[in-house]
């Protein structure tokens, strides 16, 4: 069953501390994408990357960090320097990252304690 | 700065009605232009992709046309139903893949 999963579902961040978002693909897809989605606004792109061991920044990239070890999997870190972490967390996927469609995960909602 | 503008931010219809959600963007040198379904709480659900060199795209009681020189595209859903209800995005994409999203408009069918 191809598709891209997320973990957690919720994420609690206390001050100060750095925590690492899930995101894996089976879709055997070069490029991937993670945004943030803030209430009654659209998704802004925080990294990308079409290939292995290679990521760009996006627009709002300050306070996150990404890496890109496998091809099937895009980690991303939220970092102590993000002072509004809480946010719903999506990663996509697609297949040469050149314009075609992308295939978004369930997505994460980050909640600061 | 490239915007993408989604209006209405929300839409109210009786079942059966059709669906008509607009979409603009300022830079008419789009690659593509994407529409999406979003559920509340989940991800995104891609509907349909026209690409700069189409005019139109068809899925079902899904139509989306896009006009490059007045940087707009319109996605019309015919004879809505209740689970026609959700949030409706726009993307414009860029030649490296990269997508730039619209607000939205959240639509409810009422039955």
């Known amino acids: 069953d191809g598709g891209i999963t997320q973990s957690p579902k919720y994420l609690f961040r206390k001050e100060g501390q750095n925590v690492t978002l899930s995101c894996e693909q089976n879709?055997?897809?070069?490029?991937m994408y993670w945004y943030r989605q803030d209430p009654g606004q659209g998704l802004r792109l925080i990294y990308y990357?079409?290939?292995?061991?290679?990521?760009q920044k996006g627009d709002i990239a300050e306070g996150y960090s990404v890496s890109r070890e496998k091809k099937e999997s895009f980690p991303l870190t939220v970092t102590s320097a993000q002072k509004n972490p809480t946010a719903f967390y999506l990663c996509?996927?697609?297949?040469?990252?050149?314009?075609?469609?992308?295939?978004f995960g369930p997505g994460t909602r980050l909640l600061v304690l | 700065k490239q915007e993408v503008t989604q209006i209405p931010a929300a839409l109210s219809v009786p079942e059966g009605e059709n669906l008509v959600l607009n979409c603009s963007f300022t830079?008419?040198?789009?690659?593509?232009l994407q529409w999406f379904r979003q559920d509340p709480g989940k991800g995104l659900t891609s509907l349909l992709l026209?690409?700069?060199?189409?005019r139109e795209q068809t899925s079902g009681r899904l139509n989306a046309s896009l006009d490059k020189s007045s940087g707009r595209s319109t996605l019309y859903i015919a004879a809505s139903q209740p689970g026609d209800s959700a949030t409706y995005l726009c993307?414009?994409?860029?030649?490296?893949?990269?997508?730039?999203f619209g607000a939205g408009t959240q639509v409810v069918v009422t039955p």
């Open positions: 993307a414009r994409t860029d030649s490296w893949g990269k997508l730039q």
């Open positions: 026209i690409q700069s060199s189409q």
């Open positions: 879709l055997n897809h070069d490029a």
């Open positions: 996509a996927s697609s297949e040469r990252g050149s314009g075609e469609t992308q295939y």
């Open positions: 830079d008419s040198a789009i690659y593509n």
């Open positions: 990357s079409q290939i292995v061991n290679d990521f």
